[in-house]
């Protein structure tokens, strides 16, 4: 019996060419390979991290393995990365927490000197001669692994206002840049501006000089309001998704720098809806940690005092227009709100102390155009006072249908010092206040350090899984793998017999291949993937029963068993890819739209789909065309 394939060499049926042996037994091998480090687990670890200029030096992990000595833990291994980052591994996770409390109080040893972060993780317990490799387990979901999971809401509407008083800018600079300058009085509306002039000739003007610059971003128009020519400027809707997108992606990127202070393996950071972010820190169980870290929303400002102002009117309510009243430590002072340079300037703040009377101070650096601003503002205002206000936002949250929703955030401004200006800077400087303190200077450094978010970004969703409940997530979701892959080889054997051997090792093949592709690719398993695992197996097993009961079918209507396989394999081959093929569609479409648990699911049964279609159809084929093929006539086959 040969093949009648026109320019193929004629080969038996049921027999593969060599080539299709050696590309099945590449992929197992490769899949082994690579599923292997998911046997040895991980190793609870203690993770070193210095912060900003800080380094670990070797004297400090020879003082920190002594006490722990001293104490009897004895860590396994402490692998150094550079001198910002060491992992100590330990047998348990008892001495796991001891070991982090001990290290902790020496790097740590008072709140004033928090320059490390000694945080609990897990690192993988793979042989080096299979890292060397590539070899690494798979990545564990929140829900497998323990950890915090914030769902955080960016505020819009502060996101807008900001952009609002950034065109206010433009637009006075503008105006003011005509010859001769044109005068008018700016207010805010929704979503734009209102500029009023008191002639129709200014209006005409400065319609023709802000349609020429701002047309691409907003839509103006020349209107009569009041019987005086006002222009209205509003952002059009690209502008508009434009505001709302970067709001998001930015404060989303400021984020994932703040959780990389924490020293978190694998954290997940992304959009959720229009206006929301979720953050997972799997491994991560100090919650008052992260959200201190994650919620700093500080951010300074550079505004001139206004030393025209009535300080005493202003204090019984009669303050100028554009001017704001603060306290500080030599009375009430005027400020005006004009912003001279915004906290969007500054790239690094650090708490010092001053050169001369040893005082407490936090150093600042601007980038270059907050330096130009800076040289322009203080060289043209010696002798007066620039104030520094620090701006933080605290949200103002309501119970609606029983969830906590945010409804506004109120922003809280606070003077921090007010000196005169005795000379121009740029760039560099210090600020300095009357209550400052080596603690207090070192934390509004960090905040200000760590990036002013675009908008305001609140939690309003918090869970914290602990790690006992993410390992015993774990051993049920192996045991649900165990039993349903259990319950599918006993019915496989029972029923189909020799056959039923066959589509078992298919099968085990399978979960091997779903594993290592998954290690590989460095997707994450959670415990909806899980589910998707077992409903491959199922949907695996599927595909060799229709092509056992194809085989049955031709043994039945007379067929010899070989071409009963021949015909069985070939004639379910098109059924089956029907099937794969409109359940991997509906994969790619959760995937698609899902978020969080539903991603989980649909990449792994994405996965289990391609690989189930490799080993139920050519792994289980090959091992038939060997035992039954190569020219053999079977009198009988046990199926």
């Not at 610059?213 to 020519?229: E, H, V, Y």
């Not at 933080?392 to 003077?415: A, Q, W």
């Not at 007010?418 to 450094?445: M, Q, V, W």
Request: with cysteine; charged share 20%.
């Amino acid at each position: 019996m040969f093949t009648d394939q026109p320019n193929q060499r004629l080969l038996p049926i049921n027999t593969y060419p060599k080539w299709k042996y050696v590309l099945i037994v590449f992929v197992i091998a490769i899949s082994l390979l690579y599923a292997a480090p998911n046997i040895y687990g991980e190793d609870p670890a203690v993770q070193l991290s210095a912060l900003r200029d800080a380094t670990i030096s070797e004297q400090q992990i020879e003082q920190i393995e002594s006490a722990w000595q001293e104490e009897g833990l004895t860590p396994k291994s402490i692998e150094s990365e550079g001198d910002k980052l060491v992992i100590a591994r330990f047998q348990s996770n008892e001495t796991q927490l001891q070991a982090q409390e001990i290290a902790n109080k020496i790097l740590n040893p008072t709140l004033d000197e928090q320059d490390y972060v000694v945080a609990l993780n897990l690192a993988p317990a793979t042989p080096d001669w299979l890292a060397s490799l590539g070899g690494k387990p798979m990545k564990l979901g929140l829900d497998l692994r323990g950890g915090i999971h914030f769902l955080m809401q960016v505020d819009m509407e502060q996101a807008m206002a900001r952009q609002q008083e950034q065109l206010r800018r433009d637009f006075i600079e503008t105006l003011t840049a005509e010859k001769p300058s044109i005068r008018g009085r700016v207010e805010t509306i929704d979503n734009g501006l209102l500029v009023s002039f008191r002639s129709d000739e200014d209006a005409e003007r400065a319609y023709s000089a802000l349609y020429k610059s701002f047309i691409d971003r907003i839509d103006i128009n020349l209107a009569t309001q009041g019987g005086r020519p006002v222009i209205r400027a509003i952002f059009n809707q690209t502008k508009l998704q434009e505001i709302q997108d970067n709001a998001i992606d930015q404060n989303r990127l400021i984020l994932s720098t703040r959780v990389n202070s924490l020293g978190v393996a694998e954290p997940l950071i992304q959009r959720q809806g229009s206006d929301r972010i979720v953050v997972q820190l799997p491994g991560v169980q100090d919650s008052a940690l992260a959200k201190r870290i994650l919620g700093a929303t500080a951010t300074l400002e550079f505004r001139l005092v206004n030393h025209e102002a009535d300080v005493v009117a202003a204090q019984q309510g009669r303050v100028p227009a554009g001017s704001k009243l603060f306290e500080s430590d030599r009375g009430p002072i005027v400020v005006y709100d004009e912003v001279q340079v915004s906290g969007d300037h500054l790239t690094d703040a650090f708490a010092s102390f001053h050169p001369q009377n040893n005082q407490p101070i936090v150093s600042v650096r601007l980038d270059g155009e907050g330096g130009a601003r800076m040289l322009r503002t203080t060289t043209a205002n010696r002798g007066n006072s620039l104030a520094m206000i620090l701006k933080e936002s605290v949200p103002v949250f309501e119970i609606k249908d029983g969830k906590r929703e945010l409804v506004k955030s109120n922003v809280v401004e606070t003077l921090v010092s007010a000196p005169r200006i005795n000379g121009a800077f740029s760039t560099d400087f210090f600020i300095e206040g009357p209550d400052f303190t080596p603690a207090n200077t070192k934390d509004l450094a960090t905040q200000l350090r760590s990036g002013a978010l675009i908008a305001p970004t609140f939690i309003v969703e918090e869970r914290t899984i602990g790690a006992s409940l993410g390992a015993e997530n774990i051993e049920k979701g192996i045991m649900s793998v165990i039993i349903g892959f259990s319950a599918v080889v006993l019915f496989m054997l029972l029923y189909y017999k020799a056959f039923g051997l066959v589509a078992n090792i298919a099968l085990l093949l399978n979960v091997v291949t779903i594993v290592a592709v998954m290690s590989i690719l460095g997707a994450t398993l959670t415990l909806p993937g899980i589910a998707g695992i077992v409903l491959t197996v199922g949907m695996a097993v599927d595909a060799n029963v229709i092509i056992f009961e194809r085989i049955r079918e031709e043994l039945r209507h007379g067929s010899i068993p070989a071409q009963a396989i021949d015909k069985g394999y070939s004639q379910a081959l098109s059924t089956i890819a029907d099937a794969n093929i409109t359940t991997a569609i509906a994969a790619i479409i959760l995937y698609a739209v899902g978020t969080g648990a539903v991603k989980g699911f649909a990449i792994t049964l994405f996965i289990g789909i391609l690989t189930s279609m490799f080993t139920a159809i050519l792994v289980s084929r090959g091992i038939v065309n060997l035992t039954c093929g190569h020219g053999k006539k079977p009198s009988k086959v046990w199926i």
